[in-house]
């Protein structure tokens, strides 16, 4: 864990909100010789197609062209039962 002072935090804020988003790092944050603040990275998130995107690949190739058109064959289905939440 890096210790930096609440003044150097305040002039390099966004290189360091960047080190910890990006690199990992944590921030153990010290004004008067007091530790005031631990900043450390928020949960990692992933998107839909980045969570997917090794099965893809993962699958043997009659499997995964299974998927891709079973996946794709219910598409006018799913459009087709959508309602709208607001109508009466």
């Known amino acids: 864990m890096r210790t930096v002072t609440a003044t150097d ?4 804020f966004s290189a ?12 153990q944050v010290v004004r008067n010789n007091h530790v005031v603040a631990h900043i450390v990275p928020g949960p990692a998130s992933m998107t839909a197609e980045q969570a997917f995107g090794d099965l893809y690949g993962a699958l043997p ?4 062209a299974d998927w891709l058109t079973d996946s794709r064959s219910g598409e006018m289905e799913l459009i087709n039962e959508l309602r ?5």
């Not at 935090?9 to 390099?12: I, M």
């Not at 360091?16 to 921030?27: C, I």
């Not at 709208?84 to 009466?88: I, L, R």
């Open 61 to 64: 190739q009659d499997a995964a």
């Open 16 to 27: 360091m909100l960047d080190a910890v988003q990006f690199r990992g790092e944590q921030l």
């Open 9 to 12: 935090l305040s002039r390099n």
């Open 84 to 88: 709208d939440p607001w109508a009466t």
